[in-house]
């Protein structure tokens, strides 16, 4: 029987990331992903004959840290690329632009606001930048360094002064609607700004438990949160991390589902030494690494026999059901919106706060909204490999479509959704239903199914004030370790969270490397 120090379940990019970090320390590291390819959502998948996209459309926050550690940019990782506009689509045409520190299409008093309102965020994002890549402290916990890390944590925010250090304190906890309403007057620019706290919640800008923080997260990679395609296209990340893995010693092995983590029993404890894959081959190690999600990685494959309940319950209760689903539509030509000289940017259909919260209020009753939300890439303009010559690649995140609909998800449904969402695009952009080829709807069960995402949530579970920091997943596993002994995480289940950043997989690495 083979025998490893470290097995890694799924080959998503924290577990790529943190099998790298591991091979340079010398261990002995295998990675086993279910698919055919690696990279999980960031990677590209055929939909259409000659047409390609990815569930992750684009980077924000990915670690510089990380990037300069494994140099990725000798595998081919550039991340100095493209910038995408944020813009908010405007029926009558007065859209409204937000190129990273200006604003354009609004009023004299919002252009000044938005000056202020970054400058503050950006603050706060740069106080917070550095405990994501480190393992949160636990509470009540005597360590030095957990105490270490909670004075550094204070310090730094004592340091941005008294006026300051009580504007992030009630800033950061503020539903997303009562930040934008203190900052602007645009209906549209509120809609637009108040994006990156919502993409793949559930929950509305009115809701209590969104909070600034999952905004401020966002804007602590390497670019403050401003999205970019890399050279290359997304395949360019993967593909760096899967050479860098290995270049670094590290044995990939995909087609290879895990079943089982073996669990042994000893007087005083439970320990990880074993997975079971789908061939029924059994691989031992010191340590088991998952890379999936923490419901699948504790309900499915180590079973509650193992655990307490009062832990299980906790991951029961875990919130993982997704409300954004992916359209891609493969076009005969480069989609013309009015208004617009091009196609390039993150173009958002939502024209207030209110369609938003309308949408979400569908949702939460197991429906999907009759006038969705959703945000826009055309990906090919940046990776012309994604489709054909002089043919391009459309992907819409819609949000606020429920994984679990009432009486499930027939191909009526899909269909008549799709419809929806093709109809909005198309108040904005007329011509593109003639430029149609196909169109791929995935629902949040869709990308459970295709991606073994319990729930289809491609963040493991709601980035929310209650499931993030150190209850990610939950206290007990906060630092990556879990209950069972050899038994780590390393997925966006973990902190910091969900998105193409990869510091969950670097935490683990630094964390079993002490």
Known sequence: MKKYNTI????????????SYLAKAG????????SENYGGLARSRTFFPGYKANTASALNHFSEKISSDLNLSSFGFNHNSAYLDNIGLHIDQNHVVVKKDEVHGVGEKDIQSYKNYVALLKKFS?????????????LSNENFKDIMTFLQIGLRLRMMGKEDMREFLRVFSLPTRDLMDEFFESPLLK?????????????????????????LYRMSGMHNGHF???EGGMDSLVNALVKCATTSGVELQSNTKVKQIIIDKGEDKLSASAIVTDKDEQISADRIISAVDP??????????????IEFSNRINRLRSHGY??????????????????????????????????FAWDDAKYGQFSQEPVLEMIVPSLYSPSLAPEGKHVLSANVMYVPCHKENGWSETDKSDLKEKIINQIALYAPSIKGQILHAELMTPKDLESEYNLTGGHWHHGELAL??????????????????IDGLFLCSAGCHPGGGLMGAAGFNASQEILK
Not at 27 to 34: I, S, Y
């Open 8 to 19: 890694i379940i799924g080959s998503g990019h924290n577990g790529l990331v943190c099998a």
């Open 27 to 34: 261990q002995k590291v295998l990675v086993l992903e279910a």
């Open 126 to 138: 740069e106080r917070l930048k550095p405990f994501w890549t480190k393992s949160i402290p636990r």
């Open 191 to 215: 809609a637009t700004l108040s994006w990156d706290a919502l993409i793949g919640s559930s929950q509305a800008p009115r809701s209590p438990n969104n909070s600034i923080l999952t905004m």
């Open 228 to 230: 970019y395609i890399p």
């Open 295 to 308: 419901k699948q990685t504790f309900i499915s494959l180590v079973g509650t026999k193992y655990l307490e």
């Open 324 to 357: 954004v689903a992916k359209l891609n539509l493969a076009l005969s030509d480069e989609p013309s919106f009015s208004g617009l000289k091009s196609a390039h940017g993150r173009l958002i259909i939502a024209s207030d706060m209110d369609k938003i919260e």
């Open 466 to 483: 209650d499931q993030m920091l150190m209850m990610r997943p939950t206290y007990e596993a906060a630092q990556y370790r879990t209950p």
